[in-house]
Structure formats: C-alpha cells, structure tokens
C-alpha cells in the first residue's frame, strides 16, 4: 500500500512535495508528509539565511535524511522573515508533525496569485495517487 | 574492543630517541605560540601492533571478499601493480628531480596519456586532477575558460535526475547553476525534455554513459547533436567507463571533455586504500585549457611545458598522484589491447549473468540488457522488508552489501556491480545468497530486520549516529541518548 500520509485542506502544494500557508503577506512552509516518510528520519536541516531573497520553485534550503540529501524549493517567491531554528537540535520535528512543529521557514511575500500555481489538498491527492513508486 | 587512547598507560612508549647531540635551544618559539602536554595515547610497540592488527581484520575489503558496491567498480587490484610502484626508481623519485634524471617517469607519464587517449578517443588528457570529482571541477573551469575565450556569458549546466551527486556539487562549486534534465521510463536521459531546456545560457551537459542506472545512452548521438547545435559542450563523467573500455570510445560519440578514474576502471586502490587519480580528456579545439604543465616528446627527450597560456593553471600539485599512474600505467600494459577489450566484455557479461539469475526473484525497474550493473528493488521482499535490511543481512554472509537508495529516481534501488574479476562461482553464490535473503523476508523476516548478527558490532542506529555523532575523543565517550 501506498503512503499518502495526511494532507490538510487549508494548505497549498508543490509538485516537490512543499507546503504553504499563507497568512496575510506571510508564507509558511515545510515539506509535506508524505516528503517526510519517503525521506526516512531526517538527521539535518540547513535552514535559509534571514534576508534572502528566492524565487518560486527555486532551491531554499537543504534537507538531510539518512538516506539522501534532498532541495527544499520555494513554493512562493519571497525573503526569509523568520526560520524554524528548533529544527538544528530537533531535526526529527519534521517528521513527527510536518505541519506545525515540523515548518521550516516564513516568508515575506511580493505577489500573492503565484499560490495558483500550486495545487490544492485535493489535486495533491491526485498527483500523489498517480505517481509510480 | 577497546580505543587506542583506553590502553593507554602514561610512561609507556614504542621509540627511543637517540640523545640530543646539539645544544638545546630555549624560546624558539614565543610563549603564547605554545601548547600545552599533548593528549596522546602513550603505549608500547607490541600494544600498537595488536591494536591496528586487531582493527584490521575487521576491515572489509576486495582482497577478503565479493563487493559489488555499485557504480564504484570495486574491482580486484592486482598486486603486480604494487611491484611496478614500489620500485626504487618510482617509490624514492623526489617531485624536483630535473628532467634529464627523470627521464623514464616522464615516460611513464606521457605514455598513459596515449593509452587513454586511445582507449576513450579524446586527443588530449592531463594526469593531474586526484579524483573523480576533482576531475569534474577540471572539466567545468574548462567549460567556463571556453566560453570566456569565445566572448559568451552562459550560466547554466544541465544534469540528468539519475547522475552522481558530484556533478552538481561541481557545477556549483565552479560558479554555474545545475539545471535538471528528466529520464524517461526507459531510463535514459529524455530527448525532449533536454531540448526543451536548451538555449543561449546552457554551457554544457554533464552525462554519464553507461549512466548510473548500468544502462547505455542509446540516443547519445542525438544529445551530443542538439548540444552542439546550441554551441554548448558535452562533459561525460567517466565513472562508468569499465563497461566500454576496448569497444567503444567516448571521443568517437562527441565527447569535448571526459574524465577517468583510474582508481575504478583501471585497477588502482579505492575507497579507504586511495589516493585516487581522475585524468581528464578533452578535444583538439579544448587542449590548450588543459592545466599546467604537461609532459612532451620533442626530439626523443620527454620535457615538462609550463608554457601554456591559455592554461586554466595548476589544478594539483606537481603531476598528480604518480604512484597510481604508475599502478594504472601497469595495469593497461599487463592487460595490453585484446585484454583490455576483455575487460569491457566480461564486466558486461557477469552483470547481465547475476541480472538473468536475480531478476526472476527481484523487481526489476528496467528490465532490459544492462551494462556493468544494474538495479533491483525491494519491492518483492515481503513483510515490510526493505533494501537497507537485505544490505545489512548481505554482511552476515561475508559479502559487502551493493549501493544502496541511489539513484535517487529509482524508489528502494539495489545497485550491483559485480565487475569482469569474479568468477562464475562467486557470482552464483551471491546469487544463491540474494534468493535466500528473499525466502527469508517470507518465512523469519524478523531475522532480516535484526540484521548483521555475525558482524564485529551489531546493527548500528544510524539516525542517533547522524544527528548526534560524537567526532572526538575526550577522556571518556559519552554516548547520546
């Protein structure tokens, strides 16, 4: 059986498998579930700098696993406000709640419309379902 | 078993220094340039040779046993390599001596360079880069020396989803950014996904061939065509090369630049047992980017040019690693022509045996003729058993396990490469081996998941190992919870 893992309706999706959240001129984002369980445990995250700038679907940061060394990209262009520096002691957060302990970065966003690029929960769903293994 | 800093014993020593026989000197050095008491291990001679004899048993290696370690060719290396490096002439040959007294080490060097420029086709190579990846970064200061000289401004690289992770790490490190070109569901580079990211900025591709899922770029005359057609270059990453050696040559498929490792294809020590050596090759229009110096022939004596100045510069110091050209050098001579064409032939050959035998067991994601390796998955093993358990159990059965989870495109990939020096013995064996690992995730899975259990150390928790790896030894080890 195939892993789907948990996908939240109110979220935006990459086909890279990033999440979005987006409050007022605010992006959160992280790596969805179902990136987490296909990575395997996730033993390093090295988050952005503060201040810079990246373009949407481009390379934000880098995850770790014990398996592979995987691009976070940009689900939304924007500068790196804030990031999620629990995650250099506790990189396993990720893993164990994707969604909220587990986000990695909030962006400050220029233009809201690139979110019609992305997919919602349940086109996600779709791509998910129709990926080979 | 216990560190070399635990059987410590303070007093104890393995030399005596003969006595001081000038007048000592004080404050050579200023005060607060100086350490302190070095923490060293203090112990006699007959405790360090039980201690690393003792690690050295267990060790693995080629000489104990099978290593299909995919994509790395860990191939036998033949001990007459060792005599050729290990004569006085090469072994205490100081890196200054002029020109007219090294004459014959020259030579050695200068005829490798013929060999491989006939083995792969290439019309000039340069010895010096010490290893695969630094080959590459060779490669790539020439791509961008190029288009300097040519007066264009390209930025980009492109790389297939299946490559080796160096090539972007080279790419990035000379300065361009790597843009990803797809496979297609036969497991090569997708024609038209690789025209559809060409244009002015693109200065190269990176491809390997045969690429590392141990398949033959059928379509590779049409690639080096569209690159070309855009002005840009075709860069191979020769870490495949085994496969083709004596039958085809990269230069005759368009090839401008290429790199070797010695340290796979041509037999010289690997991995722990290095140094290694990528040569890099290149076309007529690239060879006066090659860096500096280079060894020539001009009237019947061998010189060293340092007058090359369109030369990227020195990429290593002196000539590289002449030891292993000298190990390299002996192996294509001990092998001459036919037995290099051998080479290629049985590589191919023992990979597609150990497929034939495996693949009615294991998935196959492309399931085809291979080249001198090829994948498998976990996808047949039963009960929640997956690659990295089958890797561990491999070891219980004295052999080393295959590469594994890479490529990345290939979910759960088992990569095996059994290269042309085992026999047919051994590779029924492995097979035997494989098929009992899978009769084993069916009936005692538990077993498998347990995995090693006749290792030195048991299984080991890598995650704890990766997050919270202890680097150095401080009085004690304090092992993180």
């Known amino acids: 059986m195939k892993f789907i893992g948990n996908i939240p309706d109110n979220l935006r999706y990459t086909k890279e498998h990033e999440w979005v959240k987006l409050e007022n001129d605010t992006a959160i984002i992280g790596i969805t579930d179902y990136a987490q369980h296909a990575l395997t445990d996730i033993v390093f995250v090295e988050l952005p700098e503060k201040g810079k700038k990246v373009e949407q679907l481009k390379p934000l940061c880098i995850v770790e696993s014990v398996k592979s060394v995987s691009d976070v990209f940009a689900p939304i262009s924007g500068e790196v406000a804030e990031v999620n520096s629990e995650l250099s002691e506790k990189p396993e957060n990720i893993n164990q709640d994707p969604y909220e302990n587990g986000w990695i970065a909030k962006l400050k966003v220029v233009n809201n419309d690139e979110l019609n690029n992305l997919m919602d929960s349940e086109n996600y769903k779709k791509y998910l379902e129709g990926l080979k293994e | ?481």
């Open chain 2, 1 to 481: 078993m216990k560190l070399i800093f635990e059987i410590s014993k303070k007093g104890r020593k393995a030399v005596q220094f003969p006595e001081l026989d000038v007048p000592e000197q004080e404050n050579l050095l200023p005060q607060d340039l100086l350490r302190g008491e070095l923490e060293l291990p203090e112990v006699s001679e007959v405790d360090i040779i039980r201690h690393y004899t003792a690690l050295s048993r267990r060790n693995f290696g080629v000489d104990n046993g099978f290593y299909p370690l995919g994509s790395c060719t860990m191939k036998y290396n033949p001990k007459i390599n060792e005599d050729s490096a290990r004569l006085n002439g090469f072994a205490q040959l100081h890196p200054y001596t002029p020109e007219n007294l090294s004459q014959g080490a020259l030579q050695i060097m200068y005829e490798l360079e013929q060999y491989l420029m006939e083995i792969t086709g290439m019309d000039q190579f340069t010895l010096q880069p010490a290893a695969g990846s630094h080959g590459e970064l060779t490669g790539m200061m020439i791509v961008k020396k190029y288009f300097e000289g040519i007066n264009e401004k390209r930025s980009k690289i492109l790389i297939p989803d299946s490559a080796h992770g160096t090539n972007p790490a080279s790419v990035t490190l000379c300065g361009f950014e790597s843009v990803e070109v797809k496979s297609n569901d036969k497991g090569e580079i997708d024609l038209e996904d690789l025209k559809s990211k060409l244009n002015k900025d693109v200065a190269a591709i990176m491809l390997t061939n045969p690429n590392t899922l141990g398949l033959f770029e059928t379509q590779i005359l049409e690639i080096t065509k569209a690159m070309h057609q855009n002005g840009s270059l075709v860069y191979m990453d020769g870490a495949n090369l085994n496969a083709m050696v004596g039958i085809t040559k990269p230069g005759d498929f368009g090839i401008d630049i290429l790199h070797v490792n010695l340290h796979k294809t041509f037999s010289t020590p690997h991995g722990g047992g290095g140094p290694g050596s990528g040569p890099v090759g290149v076309t007529k229009e690239l060879s006066r980017f090659l860096p500096r110096p280079k060894i020539e022939f001009i009237d019947n004596k061998y010189k060293i040019n340092y007058n090359m100045p369109d030369s990227i510069g020195r990429v290593r110091a002196f000539y590289g690693n002449f030891g292993i050209l000298v190990r390299a050098y002996t192996y294509i001579r001990s092998n001459g022509f036919e037995g290099i064409r051998a080479v290629g032939e049985n590589s191919v050959l023992n990979a597609n045996y150990l497929l034939s035998k495996l693949k009615k067991h294991y998935h196959v994601p492309f399931n085809r003729i291979c080249q001198h390796e090829f994948i498998l998955t976990d996808k047949n093993l039963s009960n929640g058993v997956t690659t990295n358990d089958l890797a561990k159990r491999l070891l219980d059965f004295g052999v080393h396990a295959p590469t594994i989870y890479f490529p990345l495109i290939v979910h759960g990939a088992i990569m095996i490469e059994p290269t042309e020096t085992e026999s047919k013995e051994t590779l029924d064996r492995f097979a035997e081996i494989m098929m009992k690992i899978k009769e084993e995730s069916e009936k005692e899975p538990e077993t498998v998941k347990a995995a090693p259990l006749a290792t030195p150390v048991s299984k080991l928790d890598n995650v704890l190992a990766a997050r919270k790896p202890v680097l150095k030894f401080e009085d004690k080890i304090i092992i993180p919870q």
